[in-house]
T-cell receptor, first 112, second 113 residues
Framework: AQKITQTQPGMFVQEKEAVTLDCTYD???????LFWYKQPSSGEMIFLIY??????QNATEGRYSLNFQKARKSANLVISASQLGDSAMYFC?????????FGKGTSLLVTP | NAGVTQTPKFQVLKTGQSMTLQCAQD?????MYWYRQDPGMGLRLIYY???????DKGEVPNGYNVSRLNKREFSLRLESAAPSQTSVYFC????????????FGDGTRLSIL
């Protein structure tokens, strides 16, 4: 069985600062994918970034990067130059096939 | 660019009533999914359809049925709604080939009284 753990229920960051949201995972599958989703207060789920278990390079998408440490089974999301619009819930998820398994999320508040 | 469209956006039911949540995607995706999200939780998979003509149970299938009507549409039915099914329901889709990101609809907020 796969398990995703997000240990930070809530985080604060000042505008323009960088922030790291933690995610650890557990799986016995050799091939898997790791994802981060953003859920603003309006409720929709927005796909941010993806990392495959065999990818050598850490994924980056604009201000988002995924710090993938396979030996530690961690897949932390780094948001650079935070903006007020980044305030939201952030979910880490993984899959080895079809179903996405989600963590409980981290609430990020960006302050001026 | 519609992506994944869910209807309705909000619904209130009485215990024992039935209803069907509709989902359609216009991305030519093979696989479709239904999740529920309860307060303070991540999403949990109810059912999925890996391809047209197939459906499989997820983590929390009890009390639900699904129909993959065609490649575009995947519906979720509550036959006899219970208060424990009060939740936000999300439909998602992806290409289903390899490990691909799932793209979500905006959700249906369902309350069972």
């Amino acid at each position: 069985a796969q398990k995703i753990t997000q240990t930070q229920p809530g985080m604060f960051v000042q505008e323009k600062e960088a922030v790291t949201l933690d995610c650890t995972y557990d799986t016995s599958d050799p091939s898997y994918g790791l994802f981060w989703y953003k859920q603003p207060s309006s409720g929709e789920m927005i796909f941010l970034i993806y990392q495959g278990s065999y990818d050598q390079q850490n994924a980056t998408e604009g201000r988002y990067s995924l710090n993938f440490q396979k030996a530690r089974k961690s897949a932390n999301l780094v948001i650079s130059a935070s903006q007020l619009g980044d305030s939201a819930m952030y979910f880490c998820a993984m899959t080895s096939g079809y179903a996405l398994n989600f963590g409980k999320g981290t609430s990020l508040l960006v302050t001026p | 660019n519609a992506g994944v469209t869910q209807t309705p956006k909000f619904q209130v039911l009485k215990t024992g009533q039935s209803m069907t949540l509709q989902c359609a995607q216009d991305m030519n995706h093979n696989s479709m999914y239904w999740y529920r999200q309860d307060p303070g939780m991540g999403l949990r998979l109810i059912y999925y359809s890996a391809s047209e003509g197939t459906t499989d149970k997820g983590e929390v299938p009890n009390g639900y049925n699904v129909s993959r009507l065609n490649k575009r549409e995947f519906s979720l039915r509550l036959e006899s709604a219970a208060p424990s099914q009060t939740s936000v329901y999300f439909c998602a889709s992806n290409s289903g080939t390899g490990v691909q990101p799932q793209h979500f609809g905006d959700g249906t907020r369902l309350s069972i009284l």
